[in-house]
T-cell receptor, first 116, second 117 residues
Framework: GESVGLHLPTLSVQEGDNSIINCAYS??????FIWYKQESGKGPQFIID?????DKRQGQRVTVLLNKTVKHLSLQIAATQPGDSAVYFC???????????????FGQGTRLTINP | KAGVTQTPRYLIKTRGQQVTLSCSPI?????VSWYQQTPGQGLQFLFE???????NKGNFPGRFSGRQFSNSRSEMNVSTLELGDSALYLC????????????????FGEGSRLTVL
C-alpha cells in the first residue's frame, strides 16, 4: 500500500476503548488546526477542527484538545470501532484566516490499529 | 453531489518526462490546493489556486507548476521528472466564500499515484 516503508508512530487499542492520538505543531502563530483521517487508498478525510482561541472542541465520538503553551494537539476517539483503523494526521494552517488563503502543514501521522 | 475527482489515478513515467495531473473540484468550490504525499516527507503543500490565481505556494522547485481554469478545474504539471517525484498527488477543494472560511472545509480527492522509473 501507499504507506509501505513509512515509519509512523503506531497506536493499538482494543475495540470499545478510547483512543488518544497526540501531535506537536511547530508554528506558534498558527491559528487553526485540523485532524484528518486517511484510510488505505483514499485521500485524507476531515474529522474535526479547532481555532487557536479554543482549548477544546467536541464532535461525534471525537474531541480535540489544544494546548498552545506547549504547542500540543490531541485527538480523542471514544469507543473505538474497527472502522476507525486508519492513519490520523494533524494539520496547522500557517496562512492567516483573515487573508482568505490557506496553507496546511501536516504532521507525520499516527497509524491507529483496532484489536478485536 | 460528486466529490473531488482526480485523473489519472495511476501512472508510470520515466525520468526526464513530464506529467500533467487533473483535478475537478466539488461543484461550486472555487479553491483548489495540491499536496504531495510520500513515505519520507509525508503530506506537503504544493500550491493553492482561487479564481484562477495562485494564492499560496509551497517549497517545491520550479519544475512543479499548476493552473486553474475559469470552471475551477485545476491541473498541475511536473517537468523533467526525477525518481524522487514518485508520490501520491492529492488535490483538495474548498468553497472559499471569503475571509474567515476555515481551512477545515477542505475536501480531498483520492489522489493520482505517480511512479517515476
Amino acid at each position: 500500500g501507499e504507506s509501505v516503508g513509512l515509519h509512523l508512530p503506531t497506536l493499538s487499542v482494543q475495540e470499545g476503548d478510547n483512543s488518544i492520538i497526540n501531535c506537536a505543531y511547530s508554528n506558534s502563530a498558527s491559528d487553526y488546526f485540523i485532524w484528518y483521517k486517511q484510510e488505505s487508498g483514499k485521500g485524507p478525510q476531515f474529522i474535526i477542527d479547532i481555532r487557536s482561541n479554543m482549548d477544546k472542541r467536541q464532535g461525534q465520538r471525537v474531541t480535540v484538545l489544544l494546548n498552545k503553551t506547549v504547542k500540543h494537539l490531541s485527538l480523542q476517539i471514544a469507543a473505538t470501532q474497527p472502522g476507525d483503523s486508519a492513519v490520523y494526521f494533524c494539520a496547522e494552517n500557517i496562512s492567516p484566516i483573515i487573508q482568505g488563503a490557506q496553507k496546511l502543514v501536516f504532521g507525520q501521522g499516527t497509524r491507529l490499529t483496532i484489536n478485536p | 453531489k460528486a466529490g473531488v475527482t482526480q485523473t489519472p489515478r495511476y501512472l508510470i513515467k520515466t525520468r526526464g518526462q513530464q506529467v500533467t495531473l487533473s483535478c475537478s473540484p466539488i461543484s461550486g468550490h472555487r479553491s483548489v490546493s495540491w499536496y504531495q504525499q510520500t513515505p519520507g516527507q509525508g503530506l506537503q503543500f504544493l500550491f493553492e489556486y482561487f479564481s484562477e490565481t495562485q494564492r499560496n505556494k509551497g517549497n517545491f522547485p520550479g519544475r512543479f507548476s499548476g493552473r486553474q481554469f475559469s470552471n475551477s478545474r485545476s491541473e498541475m504539471n511536473v517537468s523533467t521528472l526525477e525518481l524522487g517525484d514518485s508520490a501520491l498527488y492529492l488535490c483538495a477543494s474548498s468553497l472559499r466564500s471569503g475571509a474567515g472560511v476555515m481551512a477545515g472545509e477542505l475536501f480531498f480527492g483520492e489522489g493520482s499515484r505517480l511512479t517515476v522509473l
